[in-house]
Nanobody, 115 residues
């Protein structure tokens, strides 16, 4: 079974940046559309960024212009570069296939934006 391991989260001040990584144990990164999801306390998990196998990207309006998704097929890894972070970006971030997560969810990585 494919395992997804997210990393790179942390505490950052508003306006700061973080780069998240998602390492997959299998080769799904090069085969399927992949996405980054986030879930804030008391809220449903939402898809914030996706990248197709052909490299096309899509973003939720709330992160458009600030977040960039990319992938490295040779490393089976998906990245999320997050700039100009806002307190409302605080959440646990997960990666999975897009537009719906069809693999077992990883443990996620916590992003906290606070001064």
């Amino acid at each position: 079974q494919v395992q997804l391991v997210e990393s790179g989260g942390g505490l950052v001040q508003p306006g700061g940046s973080l780069r998240l990584s998602c390492a997959a144990s299998g080769s799904i990164v090069s085969v399927y559309a992949m996405g980054w999801y986030r879930q804030a306390p008391g809220k449903q998990r939402e898809l914030v960024a996706a990248i197709t196998s052909g490299g096309s990207t899509n973003y939720a309006d709330s992160v458009k212009g600030r977040f960039t998704i990319s992938r490295d097929n040779t490393k089976n890894t998906v990245y999320l570069q997050m700039n100009s972070l806002k307190p409302e970006d605080t959440a646990a971030y997960y990666c999975n296939t897009a537009p719906t997560g069809r693999r077992a969810w990883g443990q996620g990585t916590q992003v906290t934006v606070s001064s």
